[in-house]
């Protein structure tokens, strides 16, 4: 038996084995670059300053009212990075605010002084354009007032 070769062993499994073995590291190099682009865009947020809106100034505010009407007021802001104080003047008396700018939003409080009763006021606005804002407050007591206001030159 000396010219006596075994048979061949056709096998699948090998050709098999490397389609997976491909599969998984085309998977994993997708992997990789993906968690590489979002670990670069993360740093990128981290690292980019952060842009917030100028609210400083005077602004004419007119609040809607419940009966329909409108009520007009002067909000005198002073920003410092992204904090802002200030006084809100109307009809019904001055008041010192205070809030905070993040983006193109600004968050505020006051409080009214109603015959010996504090009417306490939230706001919220969004910059429309660095003139104009639109916003609502959320009046203790007699819910939530939309507001615009423009900008004085």
């Known amino acids: 038996m000396a010219g006596y070769q075994p048979p061949r062993c056709i096998c699948l499994a090998p050709s098999l084995s490397d389609f997976y073995f491909e599969l998984s590291m085309s998977l994993s190099r997708r992997l990789v670059a993906a968690v590489s682009l979002l670990a670069a865009s993360a740093s990128l947020a981290v690292a980019a300053p952060r842009i917030l809106a100028d609210v400083t100034g005077k602004w004419n505010v007119t609040v809607a009212t419940p009966d329909g009407g409108t009520q007009a ?6 920003q410092k990075a992204d904090s802002v104080t200030g006084t809100l003047e109307s009809q019904l008396g001055t008041a010192p605010m205070a809030g905070v700018v993040k983006g193109d939003s600004l968050k505020f409080a006051f409080q009214l002084d109603m015959g010996g009763q504090a009417l306490v006021v939230n706001g919220a606005g969004v ?5 104009n804002m639109t916003g609502a407050l959320d009046v203790s007591g007699m819910g939530v007032l939309p507001f615009t206001a423009v900008r004085q030159p």
Do not use: A, E, F, R
Not at 73 to 78: A, E, G, L, P, Y
């Open 73 to 78: 007021s002067v909000m005198t802001i002073t």
């Open 127 to 131: 910059l429309k354009d660095k003139d």
